[in-house]
Structures are given as C-alpha cells and as structure tokens.
C-alpha cells in the first residue's frame, strides 16, 4: 500500500463544532486517514471512544497506524456509513456525543493508480471504493442502457450534456468494451462539444463524479447513514457534516431542517395534529467554507462545505 496522504479540511472548525470532551462516544463515519480522527480522539480521552468506519480497506489500515496509540479507544470498522445502524448494534452503542462526516473520494484516492476515480492518469475503471465487492465503474459503462447511463450523468453529475455522452458511450462500447479512464475521458471529450468546455472544470469531471456516485450508492448511503446518526445523538449531542458537491449538501441541508422543524401541519388548523417536534437546532445558517489560507495549504478545501446540529 502507498502511503496514505489525506489532509483534513476544515479541522479547526470541525472540532470547534463538534466540542468533544473527555469521556465521549463519538463517531467518524468515513474515516479516511483518520485526521480528523486523531483530533476528537485527543479531545474525548480519557475514557472517551471514536468509533471510525470505512469501505476502503486501505484506508483503514492507514488510519490504524496513525491512532494505534489511543489503543482501545479507537474502534475501527470496515463498512458503509449507510450501514450505521448494523454497527452501532454490533459494538452495542446506543448512544453517541458527536458524530462527523466528511464525504466524498480522498486525495489519496484520487492518486492511487489503478483505482479510476481520476481522469488525469491511465487506470482501470474501478472507483469501488471497497474493492472487495460489487459493480465496478466499467461493468456500469458497459451493460447500462443509454437511458438509465444518462439519468446518472444528469443527475449524478448535472452534467447538461447528458444524454449525448451516454450516446457516445453506448456507441463506443459496440466497437470495444470501455475499461479504462482515459478511453472515458475520451469519449466524453468527443461528446461535448469543444467550444462548450468550461476554462476551469476539465469536460469530465462531472461524468466521473456521476459515476463513481452511482458505483458506491453514496447518496443513498448518506441520507440513511445521516438518519441513523442523529438519531442516535444524546440530547445536547453534536453532528458535523462536510460535502463537497451540491448534490451532497443539499441532501444534508434538507435533513437538518427535517429534524430542525416543529409542527407541519396547515396554518390554519386550530391545533396541532401531527405532533412533530424540532428534534435538533442548526448551528449554521449558512455552511462554513475554509479560509483563504487553508485553500491555499489544500486546495481540494475549497468546495467544503461544513453544515452543523445539535440534538434537542
């Protein structure tokens, strides 16, 4: 394995958040290098524990060698934060102080030859990011239908040249499987048009984002992972989300006003039916985005958005 290079964005605001203390259970849902990790961690013990789950096995081990020295106080697993609840009930934790999410594919990731999250190196088209399973990203290209490959690049990606891409790509893979990223780049560089490409945003990018959306049900995971997490939040307790792409943020924001909001029934109804409640309090009005300073130590830092609660 290479080493795991992963700068946290955001850490100072995360832990400003999150405000964890000695003696918590807190949880990390996509542990990643463990940066942000390592940080609760120096905050919650003694006698504190971070739970921290990831699907990419490499990350994992990284992650234990850079918290081996807490010992037991970091329990680490490897699954989908879609799968909060199965593990919560495995570890027998019914409770958390503090959870956080930062979502989205790593630096390391994105480096990693062979992986295919990136377009700017040759590799196969994998982009699972736990690699010991399910549909890769050229199984997806290839056995797709062209209606259901441009609904993912349209709304995955919000990619306005959908449907012409997924007709490039249905054409290409005829002549030869597609199973590689630049024979992606290329087919999507032949399906828009050149003097439409965007000066700062390469014309794959959002197909790529598209599909490796699809391959590993990131949106699906989140809105339950999400769920599980503020449920499981101790009144008083603190969850902290970082996105780095609209689709990402407006699922979160639209959560935290779901549980953010009281009564919904019509205004004029004399009393209360539905007997909803706000269940948490928005610490943000609007997300938090990193310094100028921090852009420029870690550019991928400049599309974060951190949006914050705090349970009631």
């Not at 598209?210 to 449920?231: P, W």
């Not at 004029?268 to 921090?294: D, H, I, M, S």
Request: glycine fraction near 10%.
């Amino acid at each position: 394995m290479a080493d795991f290079q992963h700068l946290s964005v955001l850490p100072e605001e995360v832990i400003q958040f999150l405000e964890p203390h000695p003696g918590g259970v807190y949880l990390d849902g996509t542990l990643g290098g463990g940066g942000h990790a390592g940080l609760i961690l120096e905050r919650c013990t003694p006698g504190g524990t971070l739970i921290g789950i990831d699907q990419d096995r490499e990350a994992l081990q990284a992650a234990g060698k850079r918290l081996e020295d807490f010992g037991t106080a970091a329990q680490l697993v490897h699954g989908n934060f879609g799968g909060l609840q199965q593990h919560l009930n495995r570890l027998a934790i019914t409770g958390l102080d503090g959870f956080m999410l930062d979502l989205g594919v790593s630096s390391h990731q994105l480096d990693s030859a062979g992986r295919g999250f990136s377009f700017q190196q040759d590799a196969p088209l994998d982009m699972r990011m736990d690699t010991s399973g399910g549909e890769t990203a050229a199984d997806l290209l290839n056995d797709l239908p062209e209606q259901e490959l441009e609904q993912i690049i349209r709304d995955y990606g919000e990619e306005r040249w959908a449907k012409r891409i997924a007709a490039f790509i249905v054409k290409a893979r005829q002549e030869a499987p597609i199973v590689s990223t630049l024979q992606l780049v290329d087919i999507v560089k032949g399906a828009v048009p050149k003097a439409k490409w965007e000066e700062r945003i390469h014309p794959a990018t959002r197909t790529f984002q598209a599909i490796r959306i699809a391959v590993n049900h990131e949106l699906e995971s989140l809105e339950k992972g999400l769920r599980a997490a503020l449920d499981h939040l101790k009144p008083g307790g603190r969850g902290v989300v970082i996105s780095f792409h609209s689709l990402e943020d407006r699922i979160v924001k639209h959560i935290f006003r779901e549980y953010a909001t009281g009564c919904t029934c019509p205004r004029n109804f004399p009393v209360c039916a539905c007997n909803n409640k706000p269940r948490v309090r928005v610490l943000t009005g609007r997300p938090v985005t990193a310094t100028a300073q921090e852009i420029e130590a870690n550019p991928r830092s400049r599309s974060a958005k951190l949006r914050a609660v705090e349970k009631l």
